[in-house]
């Protein structure tokens, strides 16, 4: 017999794509909603200050992961003049952003 989260799983199937690795140096948005995926971030090394639509700001300075699991406007940006290493990836749960799993998650983990 199949637990309940395995049905939604099977249902509801999980993709992803990186399309950044190395270093950021200055700033990127992702204020483009239209693609309907969430995003990914993995933050490797150096300063990275993370804005939110609703005016929030952090600066994380250890390795993190920050994920969003459906369509979030959010900004990120190198706080030094190294940059910061980063993974990104775009994230999509089933067909529909408006699945169960995505609306039961956090707006934003970090």
Do not use: K
Not at 95 to 104: H, L, V
């Amino acid at each position: 017999m199949q637990d309940r989260l395995s049905a939604l799983f099977d249902r509801f199937r999980l993709q992803a794509r990186a399309f950044h690795f190395g270093t950021l140096c200055g700033e990127a948005s992702f204020d483009d909603l239209s693609e309907h995926v969430g995003h990914l971030h993995v933050l490797r090394a150096g300063r990275l200050r993370l804005d939110d639509a609703d005016g929030g700001r952090r600066i994380l300075d250890r390795p993190s992961l920050i994920f969003y699991a459906r369509p979030t406007a959010h900004w990120i940006g190198s706080e030094g003049p190294e940059g910061v290493e980063l993974v990104c990836a775009s994230v999509r749960i089933g067909a529909d952003m408006g699945n169960p799993i995505a609306r039961s998650l956090p707006r934003a983990m970090v």
